[in-house]
């Protein structure tokens, strides 16, 4: 059974930054690409970022180029997500996925205050 758990989530002031964690199990997570998508409040879910299942290849949204970095642990069965320079806007429910499946995480929240 594949799990997702997301972690690393909170309340953080504008231009600070939060590092999420996804923690897997029951797949062979070396072999997946893996993703961050995230759902802010009355909005649909989109994608923020995605890893190859190397680490080399990396594909960003065009509002957190520069800011956010997707990485991943495959020894840890573990992908990140670091946010620096958060912004507002970037408040929502972060979720990650395992790409090209309808494995997600529960989401953990990150809420940007101004």
């Known amino acids: 059974q594949v799990q997702l758990v997301e972690s690393g989530g909170g309340l953080v002031q504008a231009g600070g930054s939060l590092r999420l964690s996804c923690a897997s199990s029951?797949?062979?997570?070396?072999?997946?690409?893996m993703a961050w998508f995230r759902q802010a409040p009355g909005k649909q879910r989109e994608f923020v970022a995605r890893?190859?299942?190397?680490?080399?290849?990396?594909i960003y949204t065009d509002s957190v180029k520069g800011r956010f970095t997707i990485s991943r642990d495959n020894a840890k069965n573990t992908v990140y997500l670091q946010m620096n320079s958060l912004k507002p806007e970037d408040t929502a429910v972060y979720y990650c996925k395992v790409w090209g499946s309808d494995y997600w995480g529960q989401g953990t929240q990150v809420t940007v205050s101004s």
């Open positions: 029951g797949l062979t997570f070396s072999t997946y690409i």
């Open positions: 890893i190859a299942s190397s680490g080399i290849t990396t």
